[in-house]
């Protein structure tokens, strides 16, 4: 079984900063994708930004140049950086990895963590 666990989430005014991070621990031999979602109330869930080892992070184009998706792989933590925030970012944010208890043969699957809120609002 796999855990994630988020933190960071939390109240902030147009303009300023937060920092998610998320922790998975459990049966993982690796860890293919780790991303960040996130829904906001009576929308769908949304990718907001997903990093695989060895490649360039991807965005929603409405966080690029404002949100840096980061990854400590030794810790198996993902981290979501967000600067410049505006009301519209207010949603629930749920980290999701794509992981394998085994490295061959790859059975990946996916988890969620259980959401954090981050609401922005003056």
């Known amino acids: 079984q796999v855990q994630l666990v988020e933190s960071g989430g939390g109240l902030a005014q147009p303009g300023e900063s937060l920092r998610l991070s998320c922790v998975a621990s459990?049966?993982?031999?690796?860890?293919?994708?780790m991303a960040w979602y996130r829904q906001a109330p009576g929308k769908q869930r949304e990718l907001v930004a997903s990093?695989?080892?060895?490649?360039?992070?991807n965005y929603a184009d409405s966080v690029k140049g404002r949100f840096t998706i980061s990854r400590d792989s030794a810790k198996n933590t993902v981290y979501l950086q967000m600067n410049s925030l505006k009301p519209e970012d207010t949603a629930v944010y749920y980290c999701?990895?794509?992981?394998?208890?085994?490295?061959?043969?790859?059975?990946?699957?996916?988890?969620w963590g259980q959401g954090t809120q981050v609401t922005v609002s003056s």
């Open positions: 999701n990895i794509v992981s394998s208890q085994t490295i061959f043969p790859p059975r990946p699957n996916t988890y």
């Open positions: 459990g049966s993982i031999a690796t860890i293919y994708v």
């Open positions: 990093i695989t080892s060895g490649s360039s992070p």
